[in-house]
């Protein structure tokens, strides 16, 4: 059984690249997939791209070409929910699309033939996802620059969102998360690429949950604290976090 891990960014994979066992390097439909053991489990690699409609095609190729049974997702994202903190580790237990409006046809954030705004995450992947997110954070001063952080890393499960944006000012993630909140969506944190590999592997019936860690608050500063958070951590909290979830699967 085949197990993907999907990653937003190379600064995220390049790490798990660099430990998979008997590599293989395939190119297919303009991406790099990456097919080898890690921790005794068979896995490919890939990178989603950025965005819905990149996420998607990179969330098929996996199923379709590479025979993904389970695609695990871990990247950022810009924190939205109170308490949200960077540095803070979101498992998200269901996605929306933050941008789909087909109003007044449809109310606004259903997905149009699908019948519903939210799209589950497994459950069992996301219990495993949950065990090695705590374990990654309580060994946090260990892995991590323990500066970085003003408070301990904490882990949140709940709802994300996606949307073909970069939220970087405050008065969008208000509006944004206002307005989900409203309709009863309780958003954690917003990004740009989970809910479409949901909506992909929800039509194929294949497992799929998604860890983000927190580069962000979605704010006026989100791009420089974006690209700090990325340069420093975020390949070492992937790393960390892949390899305690193979290690439980
Ligand atoms: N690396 C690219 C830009 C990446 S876009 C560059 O610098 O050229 C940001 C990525 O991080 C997306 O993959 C998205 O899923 C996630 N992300 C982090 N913070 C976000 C935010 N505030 N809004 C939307 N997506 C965010």
Redesign the pocket.
């Known amino acids: 059984m085949t197990t993907a891990i999907l990653s ?2 190379a600064e995220e994979q390049s790490g798990l690249v660099a430990t998979l066992q008997q590599p293989q390097r395939r190119v297919h439909a303009g991406r790099v997939f990456w097919t080898g053991s890690l921790h005794g489990h068979s896995v490919v690699l890939a990178l989603s791209g ?1 965005g819905k409609v990149a996420a998607a095609t990179t969330a098929t190729a996996l199923i379709e070409r590479f025979g993904a049974a389970r695609i695990v997702f871990t ?4 924190g939205v929910g109170d308490g949200v903190r960077v540095g803070d580790v979101v498992v998200a237990q269901d996605y929306v699309q933050h941008d789909m409006d087909a109003s007044p046809l449809f109310p606004r954030w259903e997905l149009p033939g699908y019948a519903r705004a939210r799209l589950a995450c497994d459950g069992a992947l996301s219990d495993l996802l949950l065990e090695a997110a705590h374990a990654c954070t309580a060994s946090a001063h260990g892995l991590f620059d323990a500066n970085f952080f003003r408070t301990a890393p904490q882990v949140h499960h709940g709802l994300m969102a ?1 949307g073909d ?4 000012a405050a008065h969008e993630s208000d509006q944004l998360r206002t307005a989900l909140r409203a309709a009863g969506h309780d958003v954690l944190a ?4 989970g809910a479409a590999v949901a909506q992909v592997c929800l039509d194929y019936g294949v497992p799929f949950a998604a860890v983000r860690t927190i ?2 608050r ?1 704010d006026d500063a ?1 791009h420089a604290d ?2 700090l958070f ?1 340069q420093t951590v975020a390949s070492r909290y992937a790393d960390h976090m892949v390899q305690a979830f193979l290690q439980r699967l």
Do not use: H, K, T, Y
């Open positions: 937003a960014l950025i990247g950022v994202a810009g996606s944006r970069f939220v970087s917003v990004e740009m690429e580069s962000d979605a989100a974006f690209a990325v």
